[in-house]
Antibody
Framework: EVQLVESGGGLVQPGGSLRLSCAAS????????MNWVRQAPGKGLEWVAN????????YYVDSVKGRFTISRDNAKNSLSLQMDSLRAEDTAVYYC??????WGQGTLVTVSS | QAGLTQPPSVSKGLGQTATLTCTGD????????AAWLQQHQGHPPKLLSS???NRPSGISERFSASRSRNTASLTITGLQPEDEADYYC???????????FGGGTKLTV
C-alpha cells in the first residue's frame, strides 16, 4: 500500500521558518519524481516544487523561489521542504505528492502574528 | 502562472455518466496528457488517473481518463452519491517548467 505521511506543519510568525517532511513507503521512492503541492483555505490546488529521482533537477513555482528548498534522502525514503521567510500567503495545507502513486494527507502551515 | 481550464460545475443524476473536461495547450496537455484528482470536502485530494491514463491501485474502473489534442477528459460511469466532489486536472507545462492545475469542477450527483 502506498503511503505518504507529512509532518512538520504548525503556526509560525511572518518571516519565520518551518521544515516539512514526508515519509514514503509502498512504492519505489528512489525512482520517482516527488512534489509538494499546497492548498490555501477554501482555494484550489497550487504546485509548489518538485525534485527528480536523484535530485539533479529541481523546479519551483515563482512565488517561492529563493525562499523554499526541496530536498530528498533516498536512503530514508524521505522528502523535505525547507520554508524560510514565510509570508501570510504561504498559509495552506501542504501535500507530498507523486503523480503516479498518490498523495499524502497533508500538513497545515499557518503564517500569522 | 497560467492554468488549465475546467468548467466550474457539472450536475448529473444517479446512474448517469459524467464527462469532465480540462483544456490546456500544446505545452502541457497536448504533450503529455493530464492527471486527475478527486477531493471530497474536508479531505485530501485522491489521485484518480496519472498522465498516461493509468488508475492507481484501488481506483474504480468507473473512472476513465482520455485525451484529445489539448483537451483531457475524465469520464465517470454509473454515478453514485459518493462521486459528488471536486475534481481537478493537472499537467506538466514544459514552457513554464511547472505543474499547472485547473480551477476544479464541482460535480453534483
Amino acid at each position: 500500500e502506498v503511503q505518504l505521511v507529512e509532518s512538520g506543519g504548525g503556526l509560525v510568525q511572518p518571516g519565520g521558518s518551518l521544515r516539512l517532511s514526508c515519509a514514503a513507503s509502498g512504492f519505489s521512492f528512489s525512482t520517482s519524481w516527488m512534489n509538494w503541492v499546497r492548498q490555501a483555505p477554501g482555494k484550489g490546488l497550487e504546485w509548489v516544487a518538485n525534485i527528480k529521482e536523484d535530485g539533479s533537477e529541481i523546479y519551483y513555482v515563482d512565488s517561492v523561489k529563493g525562499r523554499f528548498t526541496i530536498s530528498r534522502d533516498n536512503a530514508k525514503n524521505s522528502l523535505s521542504l525547507q520554508m524560510d521567510s514565510l509570508r501570510a500567503e504561504d498559509t495552506a495545507v501542504y501535500y507530498c505528492a507523486n503523480w503516479n502513486y498518490g498523495w499524502g494527507q497533508g500538513t497545515l502551515v499557518t503564517v500569522s502574528s | 502562472q497560467a492554468g488549465l481550464t475546467q468548467p466550474p460545475s457539472v450536475s448529473k443524476g444517479l446512474g448517469q455518466t459524467a464527462t469532465l473536461t480540462c483544456t490546456g495547450d500544446s505545452n502541457n496537455i497536448g504533450l503529455r496528457g493530464a492527471a486527475w484528482l478527486q477531493q471530497h470536502q474536508g479531505h485530501p485530494p485522491k489521485l484518480l488517473s496519472s498522465r498516461n491514463n493509468n488508475r492507481p491501485s484501488g481506483i474504480s474502473e468507473r473512472f476513465s481518463a482520455s485525451r484529445s489534442r489539448n483537451t483531457a477528459s475524465l469520464t465517470i460511469t454509473g454515478l453514485q452519491p459518493e462521486d459528488e466532489a471536486d475534481y481537478y486536472c493537472s499537467a506538466w507545462d514544459t514552457r513554464l517548467s511547472a505543474w499547472v492545475f485547473g480551477g476544479g469542477t464541482k460535480l453534483t450527483v
